[in-house]
């Protein structure tokens, strides 16, 4: 079962638009991260955001945590060619022991 | 990706053949995770590891095994493969597990004829 679910599933815009990517799970996190793959690579950390905080910022990468809602959001501004790639967040979660679970991820196209 | 190596990246085998996948480290993490990544179903957890000899199952253990006799080196083996475990097998490493984030290897593309 898969406790971190993406939405969209996937999206197309233009560069220089913002991105955003949601992430809702279902039990209580020790913190939410955020991996970017591109095609044909491993994944790459992008942020880790503690059950604690609210929001986080990394650059042009904008992560937002609501625990009440079981769901964190991931916004890229700016968006570039080189954005293009699957975006996963992963929860580290007491109910699944020492281990991230990952979603389904959502395929992010930018078009120039 | 910089401390971590999977070998081989790609391998094509038969039904029925053992296949042993290689995850190599340089950076002394204690854990280490092999996961298989379909389309549609994200990455899955095969096993991980929490040390040398310390091992336990994933979301997805049937049909493996794993094994860690050094710090750096953890080896999943597929007793007999079937074409079901045709996917794209990741190998991670951390520091400490959860509270931490995961270096990812490449990957090694598997395909069971």
């Known amino acids: 079962s898969q406790q971190g679910e993406e939405d969209p599933q996937a999206l197309s815009i233009q560069e220089g638009e913002n991105a955003t990517m949601n992430c809702s799970y279902k039990?209580?996190?020790?913190?939410l991260q955020w991996y970017r793959q591109n095609s044909g690579r491993g994944l790459v950390h992008l942020i880790l955001?503690?059950?604690?905080?609210r929001e986080k910022h990394s650059g042009r990468l904008r992560v937002t945590l609501d625990t009440s809602k079981k769901s964190s959001s991931l916004l890229i501004t700016a968006s570039r060619a080189a954005d293009t790639a699957s975006y996963f967040c992963?929860?580290?979660?007491?109910?699944?022991?020492?281990?991230?679970?990952f979603g389904a991820g959502t395929i992010l196209r930018v078009k120039s | 990706d910089a401390g971590i190596t999977q070998s081989p990246r790609h391998k094509v085998t038969e039904t029925g053949t053992p296949v042993t996948l290689r995850c190599h480290q340089t950076?002394?993490?204690?854990?280490m995770y092999w996961y298989r990544q379909d389309p549609g179903h994200g990455l899955r957890l095969i096993h991980y590891s929490y040390g040398v000899k310390d091992t336990d199952k994933g979301e997805v253990s049937d049909g493996y095994s794993v094994s860690r006799s050094k710090t750096e080196d953890f080896l999943l083996t597929l007793e007999s493969a079937t074409s079901s475990q045709t996917s794209v097998y990741f190998c991670?490493?951390?520091?400490?597990?959860?509270?931490?984030?995961?270096?990812f290897g490449s990957g090694t593309r598997l395909t069971v004829v």
């Open positions: 955001i503690r059950s604690n905080e």
């Open positions: 992963a929860t580290d979660a007491i109910e699944y022991g020492n281990k991230l679970v």
């Open positions: 039990t209580s996190i020790n913190n």
């Open positions: 991670a490493i951390s520091l400490g597990g959860g509270p931490y984030g995961y270096t």
């Open positions: 950076e002394n993490h204690r854990y």
